[in-house]
C-alpha cells in the first residue's frame, strides 16, 4: 500500500466505531484510507511515530471565538495547530448585521473547519459589556433567520447570552429568550443559552428548551446553576438532559466552578460536550485549550475513552456531521490529533482562581487537518507544572 502519511503504534480511541487499541492509520490525500492492526507493506511519504501517544479524530471545540472584529476573536489557525483542533463553533461572536463579514474576513479565509451560531443581537459581541440585548431593539430574529438562510453551510445554530445585565430582566428577558427560541424553530436550527446571572430560573430555563437545544457553561458557579442551593442537580436541569438538551462546558473566564462540576459528577451528571469558550481574554488561562480543558476532566475521574468521546462524536452529531468529522473510519476526512499524556503533577485553575492538582495533562503533539500534518503542533506541559504553585486545596 501506498501513502501520504502513517502513524504508526499509536492508542487509537474512536468513540464512533467504539474502537480502542494499538492501530496504524494510512492517510491519502486527505482522506484516511485504512486502520488497522500493524499495517505491513507500506510505502509512506511520513511516518509519525505515535508510540505511547493517543490517536483521535481531531478535537471538535463546541463553543469558541473566532470573529477578530470583536474584542474577543481569535484567529482559529493558531489554535487548530497548537490544540488539536480541526473543528471550531464560534459561539454567537457575530449577529445578523455584521455575520458577512466574519463570513468574509474569517470564516472564509482561515484553513480551520469554523462554523458559526448567529447572535440574536443584530451586532453580536461587538460591545459585549454594555449588554448586547438591554436595548430591546436589538433583537434580530428575522434577520438570524435570514442569514442562517442564506448562510446555511456555515452557520448552523443560534445564540443568546441569558444574563440580566445582558438582555434586561422580567419580562424584557423572556422576551429576549423567546425570540432566541422562535429564530432557531424558524430556521429549523438548533439555541445555545449562555447561562450566567439568568432573568429567569434554571428549572425555568431549561424547561423552555427541546432536544438539541444546548446550555453553555453548565458549570459555572453564582446564583443561576445547574444545582440547588444545596448542591443537587435541579430535577428539571435531568429531565432536560433526559429529553436530549445538550449540557456543554463552555468553561471559559467566569464559568467553570470546581464546587459545582464536582458535585454534578458525584450526582452521575456529566455533560454532553466539553468546550472551551476560548477568547482572547482566556488563553493564556485559566483554559489555555482544548486539551488542558480536557485534563480537567481526567483529573475528575472521567475515563479518557468519555472525555475523547465529549470532545470529538458527539460534538460532531451536534452539527450534524458525524458522518465526516468526529471519527477515523476509513473513508472520512483526515482531521486527527495525536495527543500525548505526561505525567507529573500538573495544577489546574478554574474560572474563580482555585487550583487543583492533577496527574495527567494531555497535550497536542501532532495535529493533521484534511490530510496535512500542521507546523506549530504541541503545547510544553511547563506553563501547568505544579511544583512551584502554593500547596492545592
Ligand atoms: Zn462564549
Avoid at 481531531?58 to 470583536?70: E, R
Avoid at 427560541?181 to 439568568?198: D, F, K, P
Avoid at 475528575?300 to 451536534?318: C, F, Q, Y
Wanted: charged letters at 25%.
Amino acid at each position: 500500500m501506498e501513502c501520504d502519511i502513517l502513524i504508526r503504534g499509536g492508542e487509537v480511541i474512536d468513540p464512533s466505531q467504539g474502537l480502542r487499541g494499538l492501530r496504524d492509520i494510512a492517510i491519502c490525500g486527505n482522506q484516511i484510507i485504512a486502520v488497522a492492526e500493524g499495517l505491513v507493506d507500506v510505502e509512506a511519504g511520513r511516518v509519525v511515530n505515535a508510540g505511547g501517544m493517543y490517536v483521535t479524530p481531531g478535537l471538535i471545540d463546541l463553543h469558541m471565538h473566532a470573529y477578530t472584529h470583536s474584542p474577543f476573536g481569535l484567529d482559529p489557525d493558531p489554535l487548530c495547530a497548537a490544540g488539536g483542533v480541526t473543528t471550531m463553533l464560534d459561539a454567537g461572536t457575530a449577529g445578523s448585521y455584521n455575520f458577512d463579514a466574519f463570513r468574509r474576513d474569517g470564516i472564509d479565509r482561515c484553513k480551520t473547519h469554523l462554523l458559526s451560531l448567529v447572535n440574536l443581537s443584530c451586532f453580536g459581541l461587538i460591545a459585549a459589556n454594555l449588554g448586547e440585548l438591554l436595548d430591546r431593539r436589538y433583537a434580530d430574529p428575522d434577520g438570524v433567520v435570514e442569514t442562517i438562510r442564506r448562510n446555511r453551510d456555515v452557520a448552523v445554530g443560534v445564540k443568546i447570552r441569558a444574563g440580566k445585565h445582558i438582555i434586561g430582566e422580567g419580562e424584557q428577558g423572556w422576551a429576549n429568550l423567546r425570540d432566541a427560541i422562535r429564530a432557531a424553530r424558524e430556521s429549523e436550527t438548533w439555541l445555545m443559552v449562555h447561562i450566567g446571572e439568568c432573568p429567569m430560573s434554571i428549572p425555568e430555563l431549561c424547561e423552555s428548551l427541546e432536544a438539541g437545544d444546548c446550555v453553555t457553561h453548565c458549570f459555572k458557579g453564582g446564583s443561576t446553576r445547574v444545582t440547588d442551593d444545596d448542591g443537587a442537580i435541579h430535577p428539571a436541569v435531568r429531565d432536560a438532559a433526559e429529553r436530549g438538551v445538550i449540557f456543554d462546558v463552555g468553561h471559559g473566564f467566569g464559568s467553570f466552578q470546581w464546587e459545582v462540576v464536582e458535585a454534578a459528577l458525584e450526582q452521575g451528571f456529566e455533560p454532553t460536550t466539553i468546550s472551551t469558550d476560548l477568547h482572547t481574554r482566556n488563553l493564556h488561562g485559566p483554559v489555555f485549550d482544548m486539551p488542558t480543558t480536557m485534563s480537567k476532566f481526567l483529573m475528575l475521574g472521567v475515563p479518557i475513552d468519555r472525555v475523547i468521546e465529549m470532545s470529538t462524536t458527539r460534538p460532531a452529531k451536534i452539527l450534524g456531521q458525524d458522518e465526516s468529522i468526529g471519527t477515523l473510519r476509513v473513508g472520512t476526512v483526515a482531521d486527527i490529533a495525536v495527543l500525548e499524556k505526561h505525567d507529573g503533577r500538573f495544577a489546574f485553575t478554574d474560572s474563580y482562581s482555585r487550583q487543583r492538582v492533577g496527574h495527567e495533562l494531555l497535550t497536542a503533539a501532532v495535529t493533521i487537518r484534511r490530510g496535512e500534518i500542521l507546523p506549530g503542533s504541541g503545547n510544553s506541559p511547563s506553563r501547568h507544572l505544579a511544583g512551584a504553585v502554593p500547596t492545592p486545596t
